[in-house]
């Protein structure tokens, strides 16, 4: 099949949440013989260059690079619109006119976006099968960030995530079907009731690259792993650093917490001001520091669909205690293949559960890996995938030689 493919994060290298998930339905689609157009953006010359390998996984691939202040701009004008400002971040001319174009002068036997924000890239193409994957319901997480945000930049998170939802119930019925990351975000689609087809398939963890080895863990560390120039994971560490890592401290006087992640903001570092805290800002690697860890944390009070680092983890047989928010991106269980706990004194009991007891470690461990394995590998995602756009695609039929035809 010809694909155009039409994605808000340019999917190259697959080094973050918002490119994992695309780079591997891309490469999975390449993979099975489709021939793969790629549009989507570059936020700065150095990602534009980083990204040009991912030519080698797909047909060909076009890309926009984009500059913050314009991009700030087309958010401030459709302020007083019903647009979402957040698609305005995703707009750019240059990359409208490459998709029209393209549209203009090929037929494709698809047409896949990834996330709303690029929807209206194609929205109004009709007579080719459509696909959107919102993902993740991102009209949700902007809603959610009002309780924890001042005024009046809470008045301001709740308008666009309320324009946010108005739009994702308007795409909707312009695709032939819509899907997203986990049961319960498709829940949340299909509880807009438009009437619209619907599925999700999971994202996956590269479980040969994310494995165990035999680097012996601290029982006195503990490891958060996520980008911290992203609000959701500040004001977890904030959060658990303040009121939960205090509690373990006093049981484990040596407990070390390491907050593993790039572009930390000045608050993010003033947490090494507390004993036992580390903030190691980017690293080549993260997985050195999980494997030194006698669990990773994920007490996210700010989740919507999979928590890429849980996955991440588990399968590298670290233990995971996590929110129940965050937990309910995972298909994995709670008791058996990680700990969910809310509140500090419950979040620290779990901590010291994985720090105190080797054996029930040891359980753990092996559990969560195995569940990785069974539930979250790519190659069973895409096959959920491959059942998705069978249901609303389906390759050309190759033209039948004359002599082998019924006479």
Request: proline share 7%.
């Amino acid at each position: 099949m010809k694909i155009l493919y039409v994605t808000h994060r340019f999917p190259f290298p697959p080094n973050r949440g918002g490119k994992i998930r695309p780079f591997n339905m891309i490469k999975h689609l390449t993979g099975r013989g489709d021939e793969v157009t790629v549009c989507s953006i570059a936020r700065s010359a150095g990602e534009a260059q980083a990204g040009e390998g991912l030519n080698e996984y797909c047909h060909r691939s076009f890309m926009a690079v984009v500059k913050r202040p314009v991009q700030a701009l087309r958010m401030a004008a459709r302020l007083p619109t019903s647009t979402p400002s957040s698609m305005g971040f995703f707009y750019s001319r240059s990359l409208d006119r490459d998709i029209q174009r393209l549209l203009a002068t090929e037929s494709f036997d698809l047409i896949f976006a990834h996330c709303s924000s690029v929807a209206p890239y194609v929205a109004h193409v009709t007579g080719t099968p459509k696909i959107l994957d919102y993902g993740d319901m991102d009209s949700h997480k902007w809603l959610s960030y009002r309780a924890f945000k001042p005024w009046p930049l809470s008045w301001g998170y709740w308008l666009e995530g309320t324009k946010l939802m108005a739009a994702e119930k308007r795409l909707a019925p312009q695709f032939d079907l819509c899907t997203a990351t986990t049961r319960a975000e498709r829940e949340t689609l299909d509880s807009y009731e438009t009437g619209v087809l619907s599925d999700w398939f999971p994202n996956g963890v590269n479980a040969e690259y994310f494995a165990p080895d035999e680097t012996a863990y601290d029982t006195d560390t503990i490891c958060f792993v996520g980008r911290m120039d992203y609000y959701p994971n500040q004001e977890c560490m904030y959060d658990f650093v303040a009121n939960t890592f205090p509690l373990i401290r006093k049981r484990r006087p040596n407990a070390k917490l390491l907050i593993v992640g790039a572009n930390p903001i000045p608050q993010v570092h003033a947490l090494a001001e507390t004993p036992g805290v580390e903030v190691t800002g980017s690293v080549p690697d993260v997985r050195p520091y999980l494997r030194r860890s006698a669990l990773m944390v994920a007490p996210l009070n700010i989740a919507r669909g999979t928590q890429n680092k849980i996955l991440e983890a588990l399968a590298m047989e670290v233990p995971v205690v996590c929110t129940t928010l965050a937990a309910g991106g995972v298909d994995a269980v709670d008791g058996e293949h990680m700990l969910a706990a809310d509140g500090p004194a419950d979040s620290a009991n779990a901590c010291l559960r994985f720090m105190d007891d080797a054996e029930e470690r040891r359980q753990f461990a092996e559990a969560g890996r195995a569940r990785m394995l069974s539930h979250h590998s790519w190659s069973g995602s895409m096959q959920r995938f491959d059942g998705i756009i069978g249901r609303v695609a389906r390759p050309p039929q190759q033209a039948v030689p004359a002599e082998s035809k019924a006479t």
